[in-house]
């Protein structure tokens, strides 16, 4: 891990704050890992981690259902937002994806993706071996359309967000138990952080430099884990926080936005359906959804509403100071 530090760079944007001009900073927003930035690039792909049926998307322009998985935007969205890159951020993998949109930054995240291969083996998902292929693809599409030039200063001057490794406690060491017979926490939590570190290294080696790596959040207080885990009372579990925060002290200088906890009213369930357990494809057209969204930080039970995204994403971007420039 000795070597992942230097890469943990953090997008510090004091004029954010003070409302200067942030336009032109940052070429691109791309993204990388699980459904929290899965802009639906599982649309296309033999998996029950989708989201592209109503009631996600609600909340998005027109209310359309993208496979974004929440009620609006996601992380790289508001990112693109607030660094005046643009409105949203499609997935590589969209049929209808435009040069404009491709020279901007795409996701080539997928949901259920793990740093683990396991993980993404388990829900299907695209792994990020593959997300690293499609980067490849990327940079040589951009080369035919603007040159390498132009092409490598985009990938190497853009901001290229990395979240994953919830699925991988959750889903992997926890849910599924077999792994936890023949590892324990402190095992499991070293191995995946070997893969963070192989995998930063890997999109620097491809020209990648303003890499932020995210911590993962306390996977206890999920809705659906406080129901699978938490007892009668629906308790946050202690033993899966504490793996997550063993994973982020290992993540070293990793930036842990998704540990906060925006102060919305109802945190301990998901606002469509029951948001005790529905999750795709649990959360669908014939789920009820709550009346006000924004007073939820869960959109369902395992994904944060865009108001707590956006919370997030402010108290992110004014936390930490200029690195990049
Ligand atoms: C692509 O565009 C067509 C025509 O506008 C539309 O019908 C289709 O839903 C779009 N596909 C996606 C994945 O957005
Ligand atoms: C985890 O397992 C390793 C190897 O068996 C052992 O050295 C270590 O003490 C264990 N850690 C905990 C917290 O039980
Ligand atoms: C971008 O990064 C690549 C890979 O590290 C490097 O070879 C290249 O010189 C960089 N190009 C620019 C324009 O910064």
Redesign the pocket.
């Known amino acids: 891990m000795a070597g992942l530090g230097f890469f943990l760079c953090f997008l510090g944007w004091m004029n954010l704050c003070d409302g200067t001009e942030t336009t032109g900073l940052f070429p691109g927003v791309f993204a990388y890992g699980d459904s929290v930035v899965d802009q639906g690039n599982n649309n296309g792909i033999i998996t029950l981690a989708k989201a592209n049926f109503e009631p996600y998307g609600k909340d998005f322009a027109g209310g359309i259902p993208t496979g974004r998985f929440s009620n609006g935007k996601t992380p790289p969205d508001l990112i693109a937002e607030e660094l005046n890159v643009k409105y949203a951020v499609p997935a590589f993998l969209d049929p209808n994806l435009t040069s404009g949109d491709l020279l901007t930054g795409v996701s080539f995240a997928s949901g259920g993706c793990g740093f683990d291969p396991m993980t993404s083996r388990l829900a299907s998902a695209i792994p990020l071996s593959t997300q690293l292929k499609f980067l490849k693809q990327y940079k040589r599409k951009a080369i035919a359309m603007v040159g390498s030039r132009r092409a490598d200063t985009i990938v190497n001057d853009s901001l290229h967000l990395v979240v994953v490794g919830t699925d991988d406690l959750v889903n992997t060491y926890f849910t599924l138990g077999a792994l936890r017979l023949r ?5 499991y939590t070293d191995y995946i952080a070997s893969r963070a570190s192989d995998f930063v290294r890997e999109l620097h080696e491809t020209g990648a430099r303003r890499i932020a790596l995210f911590g993962v959040p306390p996977v206890g207080c999920l809705p659906s884990q406080r129901t699978l885990a938490g007892g009668p009372e629906r308790q946050c579990n202690d033993e899966y926080n504490e793996a997550a925060r063993l994973l982020n002290s290992k993540l070293s200088n990793v930036v842990d936005s998704r540990a906060s906890s925006p102060a919305t009213k109802t945190h301990d369930r998901g606002c469509c359906g029951t948001g005790l357990i529905e999750v795709t494809p649990l959360c669908n057209v014939y789920s009820e959804t709550c009346g006000d969204d924004s007073e939820y930080v869960f959109w369902d039970s395992y994904h944060p509403t865009e108001m707590a995204y956006r919370i997030i994403v402010r108290q992110l971007l004014r936390r930490y100071v200029r690195r990049f420039f």
């Not at 590892?183 to 095992?187: F, I, Q, R």
């Open positions: 590892y324990n926490v402190s095992e």
